[in-house]
């Protein structure tokens, strides 16, 4: 590309070739992401569909495809679409066309499908060559009033023929289909709702213009999901997320539990969540089964046939049906959450996140249009009738003249249109005593051209006298018609009446008597899903954790004597060992003061040597073990540091819910974290490597859940060795190196303030300056 600068008309000067490559990349590009939000990712907030859904339809129209009518192949409906009005592969056609048959995704299917048009399971559908449809009711009342003028058409892409630029819709298709979709740099995200709410909601709203958003709930109770299940979400929650136009909406599935009888019982599942397959959702927890992270779980099985049957077995007839289910929710999609996102375009053009109440008026104000459209089409038609019916009462009154002006006459059209029709005219007898008619005296036609046209091409059947009346009625008719049509379309408060009647036949139309037409998702006190605790998940069975030196761990079966010899590999050897239960979670502390949680149920057997800890949490190989030992809820630590620096934790704060840990002391090499012992006593008794005792009071530790802590005690070489609480009254103990306890009870020379040097150790005090 050239450096030299580009000519253009900007008054700021040329610009530079890589300023008019950029500015021409964000022209195409806005011209893109434009195309992709208003032709493609979004629906409109009028009818509710995107543009190809909205060519499908209207392309099975032109086919004929009608809800009583035939079948026709899904190949030439795709075809037709992408031949007439959607330049895109026909795959993604046919792929948007078997979904509105969908009655597992779609709430009120718009295509009546013949043949394999997928499943619940996430099957695909059958090739489009084996597949037949036609349109639906829902989908013949998107459409009604097509042909009258109801919306505006455009030419399709190559300008050869033109399609609706949007659907006069009877029903606010966008809340009852629902919509989901991505555009550029913005996605939408709608749940379906049941079609009966939303009528009453809009009848409402046209009543009330100025309704609040949560007056509109006391009709539109929430979505109505095709798959049904159970809606647990709070009122005020889905309150907000109505009036915002984003939020979410938490479904379960719908269970029940069968007695089996000798006090057996199963859990069958009825309903499942919104937009999950079944298939994938049964080889979930099918895994979980097997990986055995679902011990109040025996087995599960699908037993569906057209509506949905999952069967759960517990583990014992003993287990809690609401615990076991809540145990599910946590793990598996029985509990889904929808995200809404109610991104939509207004009239069309621009994109907006809208309210409930905000997508119903845009529909009210289509309706209105529709309805002043359609009035004004029919009037038009009225109008050009009269004239005929006009035009025929004419020639009815002057039957004999206008026959002989049509047999003798050069011109019977223009003849028509120029007679004088108030003269009277006598029919000549005969053809030779014909006179060609006078030349009109009145320089205005008394008829139209349509009217004369109309006349020309009269049967002879309704040259009857019979005839003459049913013309007159039908003017009469008509004229009334024209009267009530003409106060409709200069009275708002009758088109806004004539939509609430309309709005009631569509209510009723698709109401109970309507296939599907009950609400089919139902709600439930909303609640938060307890944890399940770890003793309901896990058989309960005592067992020893060993620990080596190299930090290999296992858990041998029962409580074994402690004392008792165990096998290591070469060069290592015992660390801890304990007796504990499965149920049991085990803290695990490292010397980069980070605290880490292993549930006793899950390690290794000891026949073997067991598996490295490491494998089963990320301590980093360059930290060490500190500290092993049962999780006790709601006591306390005293955590310390090499350097000195200590505090109470809250045992509770140390547990972990990942396998990075969670970090409590801090420490900076080369300082590491030393040792984390129970709280039991009113005092605190340190050690430094210099073997000098510090014994003060525990108020003065604080208690916290993280952080470096304070200074337990001060030193002028070395750092901490040991730290221990007790309480004062007993006195102070430790092992000698025969393994004797030795007690010293008189403290008062070792006692002092917090982050004191501290005096020498007592006499007998254990040469590695440790109290156990």
Same mark, same amino acid.
């Given at each position: 590309m050239s450096d030299d600068s580009v000519e253009t008309d900007d008054p700021a000067g040329p610009l530079s070739s890589t300023e008019s490559l950029g500015r021409a990349i964000g022209e195409r590009y806005l011209t893109y992401a434009l195309s992709t939000i208003m032709h493609r990712a979004l629906p409109d907030a009028r009818d509710g569909l995107k543009p190809v859904h909205r060519r499908i339809l209207f392309a099975m129209r032109e086919l004929r495809l009608g809800s009583n009518g035939g079948f026709r192949k899904s190949a030439k409906i795709s075809g037709d679409v992408m031949g007439n009005y959607h330049p895109h592969g026909d795959a993604a056609i046919y792929d948007a066309m078997a979904r509105l048959a969908q009655d597992f995704a779609v709430r009120y299917p718009l295509v009546d499908g013949q043949g394999n048009f997928g499943n619940i399971d996430g099957d695909n559908p059958a090739a489009s060559r084996y597949t037949e449809a036609r349109m639906t009711e829902a989908a013949e009342a998107l459409l009604e009033g097509l042909n009258e003028d109801a919306v505006d058409f455009r030419e399709n892409y190559d300008g050869t023929l033109t399609e609706p630029v949007v659907l006069p819709a009877s029903f606010p298709n966008l809340l009852a289909n629902g919509a989901s979709g991505i555009a550029v740099g913005m996605a939408t995200n709608i749940p379906p709702h049941n079609i009966s709410e939303l009528c009453d909601a809009a009848i409402h709203l046209v009543r009330t213009p100025d309704a609040r958003d949560e007056t509109l709930l006391n009709y539109v109770k929430g979505p109505d999901f095709p798959t049904g299940g159970v809606i647990v979400e709070s009122p005020e929650s889905m309150a907000e997320t109505y009036r915002t136009g984003r939020g979410g909406f938490r479904l379960r599935c719908k269970w029940e539990i069968e007695d089996l009888g000798r006090g057996q019982w199963q859990i069958v599942v009825t309903e499942i969540p919104y937009q999950v397959q079944k298939s994938k959702l049964i080889e979930k927890i099918a895994e979980l089964l097997q990986l055995k992270k679902l011990p109040l779980l025996a087995d599960i099985r699908d037993e569906s046939a057209e509506d949905v049957r999952v069967i759960l077995e517990p583990r014992a007839r003993s287990v809690d049906p609401d615990l076991l289910m809540n145990m599910l929710y946590k793990s598996s999609d029985l509990e889904t959450r929808f995200s809404m996102n109610m991104n939509v375009l207004i009239d069309g053009r621009t994109p907006m996140v809208c309210s409930l109440k905000e997508v119903l008026r845009a529909f009210l104000d289509h309706r209105r249009d529709v309805l002043v459209r359609r009035t004004r089409h029919r009037l038009d038609k009225i109008d050009h009738r009269l004239e005929v019916l006009e035009g025929f009462i004419t020639a009815f009154l002057n039957l004999d003249r206008v026959i002989d002006i049509i047999r003798y006459d050069d011109d019977p059209k223009r003849a028509l249109m120029f007679e004088d029709w108030g003269r009277d005219h006598v029919r000549a007898t005969d053809e030779s005593d014909y006179v060609s008619p006078l030349p009109a005296k009145s320089e205005e036609p008394d008829l139209s051209e349509v009217q004369a046209e109309a006349i020309l091409n009269m049967r002879l059947r309704a040259l009857r006298r019979l005839e003459e009346m049913e013309l007159r009625r039908e003017r009469d008719a008509l004229i009334e018609e024209r009267a009530e049509l003409s106060e409709l379309v200069a009275t708002p408060?009758?088109?806004?009446?004539?939509?609430?009647?309309?709005?009631?036949?569509?209510?009723?139309?698709?109401?109970?008597?309507?296939?599907?037409?009950?609400?089919?998702?139902?709600?439930?006190?909303?609640?938060?899903?307890?944890?399940?605790?770890?003793?309901?998940?896990?058989?309960?069975?005592?067992?020893?954790?060993?620990?080596?030196?190299?930090?290999?761990?296992?858990?041998?079966?029962?409580?074994?004597?402690?004392?008792?010899?165990?096998?290591?590999?070469?060069?290592?050897?015992?660390?801890?060992?304990?007796?504990?239960?499965?149920? &049991?979670? #085990?803290?695990?502390?490292?010397?980069? !003061? @980070?605290?880490? %949680?292993? *549930?006793?149920?899950?390690?290794?057997? /000891?026949?073997?040597?067991?598996?490295?800890?490491?494998?089963?949490?990320?301590?980093?190989?360059?930290?060490?073990?500190?500290?092993?030992?049962?999780?006790?809820?709601?006591?306390?630590?005293?955590?310390?540091?090499?350097?000195?620096?200590?505090?109470?934790?809250?045992?509770?704060?140390?547990?972990?819910?990942?396998?990075?840990?969670?970090?409590?002391?801090?420490?900076?090499?080369?300082?590491?974290?030393?040792?984390?012992?129970?709280?039991?006593?009113?005092?605190?008794?340190?050690?430094?490597?210099?073997?000098?005792?510090?014994?003060?009071?525990?108020?003065?530790?604080?208690?916290?859940?993280?952080?470096?802590?304070?200074?337990?005690?001060?030193?002028?070489?070395?750092?901490?060795?040991?730290?221990?609480?007790?309480?004062?009254? &007993?006195? #102070?103990?430790?092992?000698?190196?025969? !393994? @004797?306890?030795? %007690?010293? *009870?008189?403290?008062?020379?070792?006692? /002092?303030?917090?982050?004191?040097?501290?005096?020498?150790a007592p006499r007998g005090f254990p040469r590695d300056n440790r109290f156990n």
């Amino acid at each position: 590309m050239s450096d030299d600068s580009v000519e253009t008309d900007d008054p700021a000067g040329p610009l530079s070739s890589t300023e008019s490559l950029g500015r021409a990349i964000g022209e195409r590009y806005l011209t893109y992401a434009l195309s992709t939000i208003m032709h493609r990712a979004l629906p409109d907030a009028r009818d509710g569909l995107k543009p190809v859904h909205r060519r499908i339809l209207f392309a099975m129209r032109e086919l004929r495809l009608g809800s009583n009518g035939g079948f026709r192949k899904s190949a030439k409906i795709s075809g037709d679409v992408m031949g007439n009005y959607h330049p895109h592969g026909d795959a993604a056609i046919y792929d948007a066309m078997a979904r509105l048959a969908q009655d597992f995704a779609v709430r009120y299917p718009l295509v009546d499908g013949q043949g394999n048009f997928g499943n619940i399971d996430g099957d695909n559908p059958a090739a489009s060559r084996y597949t037949e449809a036609r349109m639906t009711e829902a989908a013949e009342a998107l459409l009604e009033g097509l042909n009258e003028d109801a919306v505006d058409f455009r030419e399709n892409y190559d300008g050869t023929l033109t399609e609706p630029v949007v659907l006069p819709a009877s029903f606010p298709n966008l809340l009852a289909n629902g919509a989901s979709g991505i555009a550029v740099g913005m996605a939408t995200n709608i749940p379906p709702h049941n079609i009966s709410e939303l009528c009453d909601a809009a009848i409402h709203l046209v009543r009330t213009p100025d309704a609040r958003d949560e007056t509109l709930l006391n009709y539109v109770k929430g979505p109505d999901f095709p798959t049904g299940g159970v809606i647990v979400e709070s009122p005020e929650s889905m309150a907000e997320t109505y009036r915002t136009g984003r939020g979410g909406f938490r479904l379960r599935c719908k269970w029940e539990i069968e007695d089996l009888g000798r006090g057996q019982w199963q859990i069958v599942v009825t309903e499942i969540p919104y937009q999950v397959q079944k298939s994938k959702l049964i080889e979930k927890i099918a895994e979980l089964l097997q990986l055995k992270k679902l011990p109040l779980l025996a087995d599960i099985r699908d037993e569906s046939a057209e509506d949905v049957r999952v069967i759960l077995e517990p583990r014992a007839r003993s287990v809690d049906p609401d615990l076991l289910m809540n145990m599910l929710y946590k793990s598996s999609d029985l509990e889904t959450r929808f995200s809404m996102n109610m991104n939509v375009l207004i009239d069309g053009r621009t994109p907006m996140v809208c309210s409930l109440k905000e997508v119903l008026r845009a529909f009210l104000d289509h309706r209105r249009d529709v309805l002043v459209r359609r009035t004004r089409h029919r009037l038009d038609k009225i109008d050009h009738r009269l004239e005929v019916l006009e035009g025929f009462i004419t020639a009815f009154l002057n039957l004999d003249r206008v026959i002989d002006i049509i047999r003798y006459d050069d011109d019977p059209k223009r003849a028509l249109m120029f007679e004088d029709w108030g003269r009277d005219h006598v029919r000549a007898t005969d053809e030779s005593d014909y006179v060609s008619p006078l030349p009109a005296k009145s320089e205005e036609p008394d008829l139209s051209e349509v009217q004369a046209e109309a006349i020309l091409n009269m049967r002879l059947r309704a040259l009857r006298r019979l005839e003459e009346m049913e013309l007159r009625r039908e003017r009469d008719a008509l004229i009334e018609e024209r009267a009530e049509l003409s106060e409709l379309v200069a009275t708002p408060e009758t088109q806004w009446a004539r939509i609430i009647d309309q709005l009631k036949a569509t209510k009723q139309q698709f109401g109970r008597l309507y296939a599907r037409g009950q609400r089919l998702t139902q709600f439930a006190e909303p609640g938060v899903v307890e944890d399940v605790p770890l003793e309901a998940m896990i058989d309960r069975e005592p067992v020893t954790v060993v620990c080596s030196q190299m930090g290999w761990i296992r858990a041998m079966t029962g409580h074994i004597d402690l004392g008792r010899e165990l096998k290591f590999k070469d060069g290592d050897g015992p660390r801890f060992i304990f007796h504990a239960e499965t149920t &049991d979670r #085990l803290l695990l502390m490292g010397s980069n !003061g @980070r605290f880490y %949680t292993i *549930s006793a149920g899950n390690l290794p057997g /000891g026949r073997g040597m067991g598996e490295p800890v490491r494998l089963m949490i990320d301590l980093p190989n360059d930290a060490e073990i500190v500290e092993l030992r049962i999780h006790r809820p709601g006591a306390r630590l005293i955590v310390a540091s090499t350097a000195g620096d200590g505090f109470v934790l809250p045992e509770d704060e140390a547990v972990a819910q990942t396998r990075a840990g969670k970090q409590v002391l801090n420490v900076r090499a080369p300082v590491r974290a030393l040792l984390a012992k129970p709280v039991s006593g009113d005092h605190v008794a340190s050690v430094g490597e210099n073997r000098k005792v510090l014994v003060f009071a525990l108020e003065e530790l604080p208690e916290m859940g993280r952080g470096k802590g304070v200074r337990m005690q001060k030193f002028k070489d070395g750092g901490l060795s040991d730290a221990t609480t007790f309480t004062l009254a &007993d006195g #102070l103990s430790w092992r000698d190196p025969a !393994g @004797r306890t030795r %007690t010293e *009870s008189n403290l008062a020379e070792w006692t /002092g303030k917090r982050a004191g040097s501290g005096r020498m150790a007592p006499r007998g005090f254990p040469r590695d300056n440790r109290f156990n």
